[in-house]
């Protein structure tokens, strides 16, 4: 296994190359992220318990039921960052026919094939947004943005969460070269 930055590693293999990019994993964060789901969820519980119990007037019914629809929305959000933060990664595997894309947690995942023929326009995704939004987009619970792209038959799929200006560089040449060696080869 061959390591780009530390988030990414590769290896060659007879007839295929794998590529795996994982997220950033800092231990004291997780806690953090981990510590926060939790007291998030017991908010909810409780508000949830009281508002069936009937402990509500009808003005703070209709706050509370308010609140419950933001409250879920950031439940599913932060649980969805701490298991993509724990047991995410994005596979890449480029073979002599395809080049085969998942985004999985642990083994859950669909994988998406794509005929090497078929793809075209790879390149960095380029990022114009305001640095408010950039800050916001690579916070620790974010999932973050995808920076890089390939279009397949007017499809664009994107990867690479959150990967700094020099991987991309790095794995750019990777696949790259990779994709040319396997087209190469069948022609």
């Known amino acids: 296994m061959k390591k780009i930055g530390e988030r990414i590693t590769f290896e060659d293999q007879k007839g295929f190359t794998t590529i795996v990019i994982a997220p950033a994993s800092v231990d004291w964060k997780n806690a953090m992220l981990f510590g926060w789901v939790i007291a998030w969820t017991y908010v909810g519980v409780y508000i949830a318990y009281n508002f069936i119990a009937g402990l509500f007037s009808d003005d703070q019914q209709i ?19 701490l298991l993509w933060i724990k047991y995410g990664k994005e596979l890449i595997k480029i073979d002599e026919e395809y080049l085969v894309f ?4 642990k083994s859950y995942g669909k994988a998406n094939k794509f005929f090497l023929e078929n793809i075209k326009k790879f390149e960095e995704i380029e990022n114009n947004d305001s640095k408010w939004i950039k800050a916001f987009e690579n916070s ?18 994107k990867f690479g969460r959150k990967l700094n200006e020099q991987d991309v560089k790095l794995l750019f040449k990777v696949i790259e070269k990779r994709l040319n060696q396997k087209l190469k080869r069948k022609k």
Do not use: D, H, N, P
Request: charged share 25%.
């Open 102 to 105: 998942k985004k999985s947690i």
């Open 63 to 81: 706050y509370f039921a308010a609140f419950m629809v933001f409250w879920f929305y950031f439940e599913f959000r932060s649980i969805k960052s």
């Open 140 to 157: 620790y619970w974010e999932l973050g943005k995808e920076t890089m792209q390939f279009e397949v038959m007017g499809k664009k799929v």
